[in-house]
C-alpha cells in the first residue's frame, strides 16, 4: 500500500464529465488499496472568467480581494469531485488550502508555502477517505487567503507529497510524458522513461512547458518523487528522480528544449572600463526586466561591444532604458533584434563526455545555421540564432544526438 498525491489541472477537471472520469480514474488507486490525497485546479478558463470579472470593477484589484476571489475556482472543483467520488462509493472528503492549512507568507497573488499541517489529511485518510484538496491557494498568519500564481496547483501537489512522506507524487496532465523534445515540432521525439530533476529543471527553465519550474525545484528539495502522466490515457509516464543511474543504454543528451520568447539587445562602442557591465544591467534590473544570455567582446579601441537577451515581452522596455545609458556612457550605437530563438540541448550525460558542445555545433554547421550567441552549465549548452531556423535547428539536433525513435516504435 502506497500513499499518492495525484494532481488534476484545468483540461483534465474541465467539465462534469471529466471530473466524473477522474473520480473513476481514483478510484481504480483506491482499489488497490493505497492511501490518495488529490490537488485539482479550477475549471479550465475559469480562473481567467474571475479575473475578467474582477477588471470589470477596477483594473488593478486590490491584491487581497483578488485572491479571495479567484480562490473560489477551486473551491468548486474540490467540492465536485468530492461528490462524483462519493457516488461511485469511494469515502471523500474536500479541503480548501486554509482547512488543510497550507501556511503561506502574505505575498498575495504571488505567495510562497511556508508550511503544511498535514494532521488533518492523516486522520481522514485513517478514516478511510480520499481527501480532494484545492490547489493553488493557502493561507497566511492573519488568516487572509492567498493564492501561489503561476503553476500553484503543480506546487501544492509536491507540497502536500513532500509533506506527508508520500511514495510519488502524479501530475496528470494533456501529455503523456516528458519528451526528447516537443513532438509537434519532431515527429520522431521519444517519451523519456525517466528524467532527473536537475535535466528537468533545465527543460522547464528553457521553455518545455510540462511542468512548472516551482513544483520542479520543491520536489529536488524534498526529494519527492514526481510522475507526469496523461489524464485519460493509460501509460507508465516519465518518472522525474535524483537517481543518476550509469548506463551502457543512457543517452548523453537527455532532451533538447527551445524558446521562441527571445529578444536580443547590443549597445556598441562602450568605454571598456571596470564597472561597465553594471552600468549597463543595473538601469535593466532596476526596470524589472530579466536578463538571460550575456556577451562581451572588447575592440582594439579600448571599446566594448555588450549584447545580451531578454524575454520578447520586455523588449521595448529594454531597449528604452538601453537607449538612455547609451547617451550617458557615449556608445556608438544600440541595435535589437526580435527575431531570435533560443535552443539547448539538455544532459546529465554531458559530465562525463567530452566534444559535446563540439558536435553540437558541428550538427548546425552542416545545415548553414549561424549561432550569435552560446551559453553552458555543466548539463546544458544553448545557443541563440535565428528564429527561421528554429525548427530545422531542433531536428538537426534530435537526429544528430541520436534521440529519433526507430523506424516503428511510436509513444
Not at 539536433?397 to 516504435?409: N, R
Amino acid at each position: 500500500m502506497a500513499l499518492i498525491v495525484q494532481k488534476f489541472g484545468g483540461t483534465s477537471v474541465g467539465s462534469v464529465e471529466r471530473i466524473e472520469q477522474v473520480a473513476a480514474k481514483v478510484k481504480k488507486f483506491r482499489d488497490n488499496g493505497d492511501d490518495i490525497v488529490v490537488v485539482v485546479s479550477a475549471m479550465s478558463g475559469e480562473t481567467n472568467r474571475l479575473i475578467d470579472l474582477a477588471k470589470q470593477i477596477s483594473e488593478q484589484p486590490v491584491a487581497r480581494e483578488l485572491d479571495v476571489m479567484v480562490s473560489t475556482g477551486e473551491q468548486v472543483t474540490i467540492a465536485l469531485l468530492a461528490m462524483a467520488l462519493i457516488k461511485i462509493g469511494v469515502p471523500a472528503v474536500s479541503y480548501t488550502g486554509s482547512q488543510v492549512r497550507i501556511l503561506t507568507d502574505s505575498a498575495h497573488t504571488k505567495a510562497r508555502i511556508l508550511q503544511i499541517d498535514s494532521q488533518h489529511i492523516h486522520k481522514e485518510l485513517k478514516a478511510g477517505r480520499v481527501v480532494v484538496v484545492a490547489g493553488f491557494q493557502g493561507v497566511d498568519d492573519g488568516g487572509n487567503i492567498t493564492t501561489l500564481g503561476r503553476g500553484g496547483s503543480d506546487t501544492t501537489g509536491v507540497a502536500l507529497a513532500a509533506a506527508l512522506k508520500a511514495d510519488e507524487c502524479q501530475i496528470y496532465t494533456d501529455v503523456d510524458g516528458v519528451y526528447t523534445t516537443d513532438p509537434r515540432v519532431v515527429a520522431k521525439a521519444q517519451r523519456l522513461d525517466k528524467i532527473t530533476f536537475e535535466e528537468m529543471l533545465e527543460m522547464a527553465s528553457l521553455g518545455s512547458k510540462v511542468l512548472q519550474i516551482r513544483a520542479v525545484e520543491f520536489a529536488g528539495k524534498y526529494s519527492v518523487p514526481l510522475r507526469v502522466l496523461h489524464s485519460f490515457q493509460e501509460g507508465p509516464g516519465t518518472l522525474i528522480t535524483l537517481d543518476e543511474e550509469e548506463s551502457m543504454e543512457q543517452p548523453i543528451i537527455s532532451g533538447i528544449a527551445f524558446n521562441r520568447d527571445e529578444a536580443k539587445l547590443t549597445i556598441r562602442g562602450v568605454p571598456d572600463t571596470p564597472g561597465v557591465a553594471f552600468k549597463i544591467l543595473g538601469p535593466i534590473s532596476a526596470a524589472n526586466v530579466e536578463v538571460d544570455m550575456i556577451v562581451q567582446n572588447v575592440a582594439h579601441d579600448n571599446t566594448t561591444d555588450f549584447t545580451f537577451t531578454v524575454h520578447r515581452n520586455d523588449y521595448h522596455n529594454a531597449l528604452h532604458v538601453l537607449e538612455g545609458i547609451a547617451r550617458d556612457m557615449g556608445a556608438r550605437e544600440v541595435i535589437g533584434d526580435v527575431d531570435i530563438a533560443k535552443v539547448s540541448i539538455v544532459g546529465v550525460g554531458m559530465r562525463s563526455h567530452a566534444g559535446v558542445a563540439s558536435r553540437m555545433f558541428e550538427a548546425l554547421a552542416k545545415e548553414n545555421i549561424n549561432i550569435q550567441m552560446i551559453s553552458t552549465s555543466e548539463i546544458k549548452v544553448s545557443v541563440v540564432i535565428e528564429e527561421k531556423y528554429l525548427e530545422l535547428a531542433v531536428r538537426a539536433l534530435h537526429t544528430a544526438f541520436e534521440l529519433d525513435a526507430p523506424a516503428g516504435k511510436g509513444d
